[in-house]
């Protein structure tokens, strides 16, 4: 029954938008592949290690296929494979120390290598299905919490810093844990390799990095009687690889926006929704929850006026997500507390947003991101501000409840602001439980009226993007106040047109598992 | 982690960083002058790197500070003896049995919150029926008489009632430290009980918010209890004692 | 509206069984007179100040009546005025020398000393409607903020640092400021005189106190453009007289309550409830709102269970109020935020609670305190739970917002932390303004279901005690778990049975200015 | 009050009480050696009374705590000079009239968030149009061309715009300040200037929430601005600065 008399076929409406808007996009992604969509699919085939100047072997190998990586890298590899016998490991190390040279192979049959392709795409994601087989088996031994799940993040930069620290807030009560990435590996075109223990603002995310904080958290769920969700950062310039990596590594939920790369790192448009559709077939795979990032947008425009943005965005996340294969329940689709605590009524206003999109995706376990930007070194204040974020959470039945850090201005968390936040998060969530339950808005309230306002303002905003299409929409800067026109933006040189014998192996495999096979031509 | 205990400091977000928080006021008005004060001020206090995160106006030329720093000292965790209760802790079913066992009667408590002050809930919670946060007071206790006096008792009074009662022990209670008056307080009734010269033949029990077993000692009493005391606590170790005291001492019952 | 259903008829059927309750008093009350209601009296015909051993004259002069205090301590006064033509301050300064005998005056006629008395207690009234009218006078060119009113308290002992905090928490936009009395003084049978800087926990209540307060923040409302009302302690066994001396410096508010002596200072019950209507008329002539002490129930009794306990007691309260002439919106009834916090759903139970005494009081401006018992030196979870008991006094429209202090656990609030508490009550208020026009609750939720369930139990308890008397009903322990008997308590030997020839030239002459000529007779 | 500057201490209800709160968390497990340890850590900071007035478990061997505390610490705030930007601040209209009264010509100003770091509000705050909490940025001024280069510009590129551009002022934001990052994008900076021969020809003014007017000269800066910064608090610096630069080595326009 909705609290805000929001008219559900509007809501279609809005979604119907939304999905004209990313199919007319559809076309240029079919037509494309990216470096770093090859180097997933190596991933995925079972490529790994570095070479000894620490580039990852699958780079490596894609650096070495220049061009010829439009036929798909896995072409190439497979052939070699076929070619001298040895295992996909053993090519790329070859490649690596110089004695292959994957221009220079005889031909061999093109059904044998698609076979071969097939069958490494199938054993990766089987070992991709053993890891989602674990996490039912755990979750069903060690039953997760009710929603909202508190949602804390590390950041110290040294990954077993990291681990002692997600242990004690698990401890006291985090139901996911999600370290934090160093500033700009977003714009690294390779992933780092190993362990890691400097970082600035955070961990670098490595599949290392990633083991062992999963052993770590799984280790203290035993102890506490509740499966902890690990969540890590994959938009950027490598975000398919990233996902392989964290589906491999059993992480739970992934940073996995389709538009942040563009708006916030500068990345080029068309290989951010390349490498986001593929990467997000991998998240299906794995069950992976996929978080993502409107809550940036009201970091540089204003949270009052720029409202409808966020919704549009997250029609537009959705839209693509649903394409890939997520299914709604896999959608941690984002927005944020931001509004100037100062406005009258803020609260009254917070309410209504989160309420809002709560009606719009009520399928969806949404990603609430706490004030950040309102945050300031009064700490007592900022404690404060997260109550009242708290009390909007509960309020509104959030999914996944970022909890806000007292010394959001000054610091990544401390260990004690972290138990702070988990304390102030149990004490207003408990204190409002059934809040929900217990309150209807009048018709004229401000909560209702700023809902409409906003769900209208969100379809008028869907309509022109329609109209003008999305990249055109972005090149105007129509979101967050950014342009980024298509041509522009890093990792532009990794964009690939496809040749006609293009061979991706994994996406057939992917598409059967997920069920897409009836559309999934028309997008990868 | 690579702990030195020798070598304890805080921990912000590595070992050893010495990170902290801290909060103050100072009588300057608000601005640059009082800013660099309040920097000085914390470096004064061993903060080594300082960041004044907030400075607020607080009005009549007062400005109040929020700092995080982080300090080169620390402390030798290792040379660290705690002075604290040492006794079991039974339950209430226990504890009665244990006095039947070893005394072969009731043990007699009186109890009161002394001098002005009036904050009868702690003693309450010792020793009334109803106890607190689901733990039964003394008065529940089979094999004990527990005689709650309540509020503003003078220390006189006090020990008077306890030797009619010949009680056992003595619960006092003070929750009021402005100007120290627990303190004054307490040593008061201390100094009456010896000066009656039956100091010995009570089991003295301080208790209290901001009381310890250290400070108690320190005052006199056998025993001090803080925050989160429960009945069960005070008797085990009057058992405790007693048994202790009797086993040394000779029979008494 | 009713925002919980509260059904008014049976509000007037509670109200009615109080003044069945309160009524039953009255003869006893009539019957007698105290000490201190003749000190009073004296306080009003203009004496004042103290002897060479600091014993104030009013009670030099009323000891040295002793039974004859019966008479009425103003008819030997006056008597002796006609017979020296001395003031009365002289008369009481030529007892206190031993140089008059109250006893050996010879006769004076009745109706001179009757004619004079009420000269000198209509001088005294005038002093009392000049600060009325001063007051008004100021709130008119310095208006008050609209409710709820913040109310800070400063207790430093010394009425110069009071000051002090008292200007700062103004400009920091303190509406009301009380200070809080040194720790033992309403035991004391007599004010203390001049100002005072040594106190426990607060300060001395002395007229020069008073005075040094009201001049300080008459300044600093000059300059912020709020008027600031001033708040200090009555009951005890000083009730009357701590009144008249807040009515001579214009103080605004008074803590001043019909029971809380006998319960929580173990008072005679008579002398209490004596002392409490005569103070009540005199807080009505001077326009005080009274606050009252059910708060101090929750103290000892758990908040939940005996909810019912504090509305009946407000009950109570308005009725001796109103019989004594104050109007409601002179009736600051009090109640507290005291629930557990760790209960699941204890915002709403609170909620529920203050919502309920609006509904129920609509006209008198609820006096409502913040968590003091559950509070820890956990300043954070501390400041938390104050933002909560803010919230829900928005959301309530209470009027007087007495501010939770942070270190409520550990000592009467440093500087800050009352800068601290402001900021808390101005983020939330604000953040929620509107938040009662915007919502309704449904007729099942616990919010609701609550209110009945407390309401009914009051009128039960009511019942009960109009049953047994309100003076058994204390005697048995009905109120707060504390008995205490009729015939027991403090200040008993100052309860005297009025003679025949009792005067008390206040009573016609406040009785008249509120309007009360007709009932007065039944009471005093 | 009698205030006695020399010896200024916080106050917490009196004058000079040294009364102060402190957070911080100890890699000690939770009891009372813990507690006894904060106590010691207190004490080793200076403070003479202290009570740990709360203590939680983080977990993992960590404690938490919240202490209150006296100290008789001092520092003598009048020997104290304040290191602050020196120059009046004037509204936008008056910025423009004075730039075309002392110079004739419009300001040129290139700024940038240079290094990793990609904190572009506070940068933008300063320069675009439309500025912050209502106060618009430089590009508004009639008389300024304002150039924003934006997020993660390397120090190499932003001086080689500069140049490019002629410019008057160069502007340079920080906001990520871990591992000190800030310090070593700043210096950075600065050397690149030197070594170009460049730096007198400009006026450099570094900005960030974490940054001051003192560390900025320290850092070889003319000038530096933290929190709640407008626009015309830089324009005006700029103005005063270029004009005292202009009067003492001639006229340069
Ligand atoms: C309730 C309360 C009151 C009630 C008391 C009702 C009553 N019948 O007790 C009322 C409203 C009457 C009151 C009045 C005053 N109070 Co008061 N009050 C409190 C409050 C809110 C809670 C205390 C409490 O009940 N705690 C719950 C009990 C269960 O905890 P506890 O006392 O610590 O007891 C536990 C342990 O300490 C221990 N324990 C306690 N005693 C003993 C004894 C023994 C032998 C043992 C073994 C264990 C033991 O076991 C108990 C259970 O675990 C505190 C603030 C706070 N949150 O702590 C202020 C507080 C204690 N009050 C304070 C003050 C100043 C006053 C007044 C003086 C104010 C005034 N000027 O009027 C008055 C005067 C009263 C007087 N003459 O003493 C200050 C004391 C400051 C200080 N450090 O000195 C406090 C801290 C509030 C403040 N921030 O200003 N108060
Ligand atoms: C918004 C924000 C972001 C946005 C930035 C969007 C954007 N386009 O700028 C996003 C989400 C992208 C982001 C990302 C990250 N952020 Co960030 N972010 C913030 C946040 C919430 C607000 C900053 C802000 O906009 N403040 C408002 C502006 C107006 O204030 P200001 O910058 O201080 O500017 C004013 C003055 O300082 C001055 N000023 C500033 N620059 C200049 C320059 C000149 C010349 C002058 C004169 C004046 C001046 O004038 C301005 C107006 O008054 C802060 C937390 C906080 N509340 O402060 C964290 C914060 C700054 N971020 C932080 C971190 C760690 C990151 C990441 C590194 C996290 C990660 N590992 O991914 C990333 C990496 C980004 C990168 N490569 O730099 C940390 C920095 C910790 C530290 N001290 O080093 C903070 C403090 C959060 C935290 N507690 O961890 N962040
Ligand atoms: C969806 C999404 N991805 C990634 C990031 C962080 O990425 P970067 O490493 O670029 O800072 C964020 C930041 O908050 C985000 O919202
Ligand atoms: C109504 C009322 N009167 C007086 C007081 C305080 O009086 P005492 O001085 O007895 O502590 C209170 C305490 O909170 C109160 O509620």
New interface residues.
């Given amino acids: 029954m909705s609290l805000l008399g929001i008219d559900q076929t509007q809501v279609q409406r809005l979604r119907a938008t939304a999905d004209e808007i990313t199919r007319s996009l559809a076309p240029l992604l079919r037509a494309h592949t990216t470096v770093t969509v090859e180097r997933a699919v190596l991933r995925l085939l079972g490529v790994d290690g570095v070479d000894h100047h620490q580039v990852p072997l699958p780079n490596v190998v894609v650096n070495h296929l220049r061009e010829k990586a439009g036929d798909g890298a896995a072409a190439a590899v497979c052939a070699a494979m076929l070619h001298t016998g040895a295992s996909i490991g053993e090519v790329a190390e070859q490649v690596a120390r110089g004695e292959l040279d994957l221009h220079r192979l005889a031909q061999v049959p093109e059904d044998e290598v698609r076979a071969l392709g097939h069958e490494l795409a199938a054993e990766g994601l089987a070992r991709i299905r053993a890891n989602v087989r674990e996490r039912e088996e755990r979750i069903s031994r060690l039953p997760v919490r009710g929603q909202p799940w508190k949602y804390v993040i590390v950041a110290?930069?040294?990954i077993h810093?990291d681990v002692?620290?997600a242990?004690?807030?698990?401890?006291?009560g985090a139901d996911i844990i999600a370290v934090i990435r160093t500033?700009?590996q977003s714009?690294l075109d390779y992933v780092p390799y190993g362990p890691t223990t400097e970082g600035?603002?955070g961990t670098y995310a490595t599949q290392a990095n990633f083991r062992i904080m999963r052993a770590a958290l799984d280790e203290v769920a035993e102890e506490t009687g509740h499966y902890v969700r690990l969540v890590n950062y994959a938009s950027g310039l490598c975000m398919p690889e990233i996902v392989v990596m964290g589906a491999f590594e059993r992480l739970d939920m992934m940073l996995n926006d389709s538009m942040y790369g563009i708006l916030?790192?500068d990345i080029n448009p068309v290989r951010t929704f390349v490498d986001q559709f593929f990467s997000r077939m991998v998240d299906a795979a794995a069950g992976i929850i996929i978080n993502t990032g409107e809550d940036n947008y009201l970091?540089?425009a204003d949270a009052v006026e720029a409202a409808h943005t966020v919704l549009a965005s997250d029609f537009i996340n959705e839209s693509f997500g649903l394409a890939a294969g997520l299914r709604s329940d896999l959608l941690g689709l984002g927005h944020a507390f931001e509004i100037d605590?100062?406005?009258?009524?803020?609260?009254?206003l917070e309410l209504s947003q989160a309420l809002l999109l709560r009606e719009v995706f009520p399928d969806s376990p949404l990603k609430y991101m706490p004030p950040t930007?309102h945050m300031?070194?009064?700490?007592?204040?900022g404690?404060?501000?997260n109550?009242?974020f708290n009390?909007s959470g509960i309020w509104s039945h959030q999914g996944i409840q970022l909890l806000g850090m007292?010394?959001e201005?000054?610091?990544?968390?401390?260990?004690?602001d972290r138990?702070?936040a988990l304390?102030?998060a149990d004490?207003?969530m408990?204190?409002?439980?059934?809040?929900q339950?217990?309150?209807?808005?009048?018709p004229d309230?401000?909560?209702v009226r700023r809902a409409h306002e906003v769900l209208d303002k969100t379809g008028r905003l869907l309509e022109e993007v329609r109209g003008a299409g999305l990249l055109e929409a972005i090149s105007a800067g129509w979101f967050a106040d950014i342009s980024r026109p298509a041509d522009g933006g890093k990792g532009l040189l990794g964009v690939l047109k496809k040749s006609g014998r293009y061979f991706n192996p994994c996406k057939s495999v992917l598409a059967v598992q997920l069920g897409l096979e009836k559309e999934i031509d028309t997008w990868i | 982690m690579d702990l030195n205990l020798r070598e304890i400091r805080p921990y912000g977000d590595t070992l050893s960083d010495g990170a902290m928080q801290m909060s103050f006021t100072l009588p300057l008005p608000t601005g640059p002058l009082a800013k660099e004060a309040a920097l000085r001020f914390v470096r004064r206090l061993g903060l080594a790197e300082a960041d004044v995160v907030h400075m607020a106006e607080l009005g009549e030329g007062f400005t109040f500070f929020i700092v995080y720093g982080k300090t080169r000292l620390f402390i030798d965790a290792t040379d660290i003896t705690v002075t604290a209760v040492e006794s079991d802790v039974w339950d209430r079913a226990t504890c009665d049995e244990k006095i039947r066992e070893l005394f072969g009667r009731k043990l007699r408590i009186v109890g009161a919150c002394i001098g002005e002050d009036a904050h009868t809930v702690g003693i309450d919670a010792i020793m009334n029926m109803k106890g607190y946060a689901g733990h039964y007071g003394l008065e529940r206790f089979s094999m004990i008489d527990a005689f709650n006096l309540g509020a503003q008792v003078e220390p006189e009074t006090l020990l008077a009632r306890a030797l009619e009662k010949q009680a056992d022990a003595v619960l006092v209670s003070q929750v009021v430290t402005q100007r120290d008056a627990h303190l004054q307080n307490l040593t008061r009734f201390v100094e009456l009980a010896e000066a009656a010269g039956v100091r010995d033949r009570l089991v003295l029990i301080a208790g209290g918010p901001r009381l310890d077993h250290k400070l108690a000692l320190e005052l006199g009493y056998d025993a001090g209890f803080g925050r989160g005391t429960f009945a069960e606590h005070v008797a085990s170790f009057i058992i405790t004692h007693l048994a202790r005291s009797r086993g040394s001492s000779g029979s008494k019952g």
């Avoid at chain 1, 242990?167 to 006291?172: E, H, L, Q, Y």
């Avoid at chain 1, 406005?343 to 009254?348: C, N, Q, T, V």
């Avoid at chain 1, 300031?376 to 204040?381: C, I």
């Avoid at chain 1, 201005?409 to 004690?416: G, K, N, R």
């Fill in positions: 110290t930069g040294n810093e002692i620290q242990r004690a807030a698990v401890r006291r500033t700009g714009l600035f603002g916030f790192r970091t540089t605590p100062d406005l009258e009524d803020s609260f009254l930007k300031s070194g009064d700490v007592f204040k404690y404060l501000m109550a009242m009390l007292l010394t201005a000054m610091h990544t968390p401390f260990l004690q138990f702070l304390q102030n004490y207003v408990n204190a409002a439980r059934h809040i339950d217990q309150v209807t808005f009048r309230s401000l909560v």
